[in-house]
T-cell receptor, first 111, second 113 residues
Framework: SQTIHQWPATLVQPVGSPLSLECTVE??????LYWYRQAAGRGLQLLFY??????ISSEVPQNLSASRPQDRQFILSSKKLLLSDSGFYLC??????????FGPGTRLTVT | AQKVTQAQTEISVVEKEDVTLDCVYE???????LFWYKQPPSGELVFLIR????DEQNEISGRYSWNFQKSTSSFNFTITASQVVDSAVYFC??????????WGAGTKLIIKP
């Protein structure tokens, strides 16, 4: 069966510091991968998605970036965090189709 | 435009009551998919159901049922005999022709004991 891992679970970072969130998927190959952000009490905002190694599509211009160095690894990064980057970050994977399966998420607080 | 509307921001019912969560969608595609996800307080989104546009049969899974009506562009979700563990935010989503999900804003469901 497929499993998706995200870490860390929670993170508190000062403004201006770098960020690296990692997501890995087990039990499948060539998945679509997604990064979402959810502000407190709000809906889901798609940040990035990837259909293959090195292929990243950005949905929202911001100071975040994503990379996919391996087939089942998806990394979300920032060089300098802003207060507005606080939120709940969710990684998801999907087969070459529609449904998406989510990881446990990372709660990021920028202070 | 592709859009999903969940007009109910928050619903509160007493345990054992039936509750229906509404979802209305807009799409230009003739082939599309509709989804429901559950987000409990822990935060992780749980996939509940996928329905494609050619299958209008209602789906039942235990206490959960889904009513898909193309004529009204709706895909409503009913929980029968609600339980406290059903308390969560529920999201409806539409899969577009680019395999992206267009999300509704979510409905927060509170089940009171």
């Amino acid at each position: 069966s497929q499993t998706i891992h995200q870490w860390p679970a929670t993170l508190v970072q000062p403004v201006g510091s770098p960020l690296s969130l990692e997501c890995t998927v087990e039990g499948t190959s060539n998945p679509n991968l997604y990064w979402y952000r959810q502000a407190a009490g709000r809906g889901l905002q798609l940040l990035f998605y990837s259909v293959g190694i090195g292929q990243i599509s950005s949905e929202v211009p911001q100071n975040l970036s994503a990379s996919r160095p391996q087939d089942r690894q998806f990394i979300l990064s920032s060089k300098k965090l802003l207060l507005s980057d606080s939120g709940f970050y969710l990684c998801a994977w999907g087969p070459q189709g529609y449904e998406q399966y989510f990881g446990p998420g990372t709660r990021l607080t920028v202070t | 435009a592709q859009k999903v509307t969940q007009a109910q921001t928050e619903i509160s019912v007493v345990e054992k009551e039936d509750v229906t969560l509404d979802c209305v969608y807009e799409t230009r595609d003739t082939t599309y998919y509709l989804f429901w996800y559950k987000q409990p307080p822990s935060g992780e989104l749980v996939f509940l159901i996928r329905r494609n546009s050619f299958d209008e049969q209602n789906e039942i899974s235990g206490r959960y049922s889904w009513n898909f009506q193309k004529s009204t562009s709706s895909f409503n979700f009913t929980i029968t005999a609600s339980q406290v563990v059903d308390s969560a935010v529920y999201f409806c989503a539409l899969g577009d022709s680019n395999y992206q999900l267009i999300w509704g804003a979510g409905t927060k469901l509170i089940i009171k004991p």
